[in-house]
């Protein structure tokens, strides 16, 4: 939740840079990334490394791969961008799959990788 909310905050405040909104809205934009980050991550993620716990899977991609699926699908069903042409939010759903990808890599550092180490 915490990458997401840093990478869409540094995103957003620079592309804010010579536009008409202001900063602050970065922050908000940011915000409520991070929310939808918690809910997905609740809803979706949890269960899934519980799943690939039960299945021994223990590899970063299974993870980054579980991160990239709601990504695609939160932009292709909500549309939260507005109707946009299927390139405009294709480019929303790698965006979302980046910050996603980037926060599944700190979940299973700190869930699978780390508790790994500790027990070896």
Do not use: E
Request: proline residues 3%; positive net charge; charged residues 10%.
């Amino acid at each position: 939740m915490l990458t997401v909310f840093v990478v869409t905050f540094v995103v957003a405040a620079i592309d804010s840079i010579g536009s008409d909104y202001p900063a602050g809205i970065s922050l908000m934009i940011a915000f409520v990334a991070a929310v939808v980050a918690l809910i997905i991550m609740i809803v979706w993620a949890i269960p899934v490394h519980m799943l690939l716990q039960k299945y021994n899977q223990s590899n970063v991609a299974w993870y980054i791969l579980a991160a990239v699926i709601p990504s695609f699908a939160f932009i292709y069903i909500f549309k939260p961008f507005g109707h946009d042409t299927n390139l405009d939010m294709l480019k929303q759903a790698l965006f979302c799959s980046f910050a996603g990808g980037l926060g599944a890599i700190g979940f299973w550092f700190i869930t699978v990788y780390r508790q790994r180490i500790t027990r070896s």
